[in-house]
């Protein structure tokens, strides 16, 4: 695995490449982001993965500064699930000065569920990616659909500037009690880990009861905040949605989208003081 700093050694060193297949991340590394390079792996002729904790996403009160690093650990992932390249460039080589250009999603996407509760925050996503697809120029880019809003926001970001590019959702990948895979579970104190189930559990419920035939989605979502609520929980949203734009599903639709398979659950809430997000499609 080659280890790039910068912008220039990076361009130069895939200039003997034509189709990267890129995975950005923002370090900390766990399986499903290791899950992500291998599915790379076939489907380009270079994996390049980013590791850039970007500041542009992190809201003032949010834990950029003490977001994990674990360089060795992850260096020492990567090599063994197949990266070829590691781009990791420092804050000052990425913006060498402030970023005055950005790119802003539309609003009915970007400032609905992740966006209402971190304003600003897509547009930081979208920012950093648009700059590390200039820096790497891939064919393939892989994103897990944990981040479901996200990969929404970026899949069309693609499509609408028509880059060259195919966005390629992973799947979440969970452990043994279900809780799905994230850098920030390793906030979690040993109960609140114990706990933090209960989150992926309760949009199962969610989606049973879908399948199920129930249309009072207002209900539905009542029910499921106060069940988390009630456990300590302090949840920000338990959704449905429309798979299509994640936009609330009419009375109408939603017997046929439950039973077609195009609505998602979407779910955020705090445990102590950390944050989870999760989905399920339904």
Known sequence: MKIIKTIVDLREHLAAFKHP??????????EGHLALVRQAKPLGDVVVVSI????????????????????EA????????????????????????????TVQPPTELANILEGHFRPGFFGGVCTVVMKLFACVQPRVALFGQKDYQQLMVINRMVRQFALPIEVIGGKTLRAADGLALSSRNNYLKPAERQEAVQLCQTLQSMAHALQAGATDIAALEDQAMGTLSARGWQPDYLVVRRRTDLQQPTENEIATLAQGQGLVVLAAARIGSTRLIDNLEV
């Open 21 to 30: 297949a890129f995975v950005p991340t923002m370090g900390n590394l766990h």
């Open 74 to 101: 992850d260096c020492e992932a990567l090599r063994a699930a197949g990266c070829d390249v590691l781009f990791a460039p420092s804050e000052r080589e990425l913006y060498p000065e402030a970023q005055g250009f």
């Open 52 to 71: 850039f904790v970007n500041r542009l996403q992190f809201l003032p009160h949010e834990d950029f500064d003490t977001y994990p690093r674990t360089w």
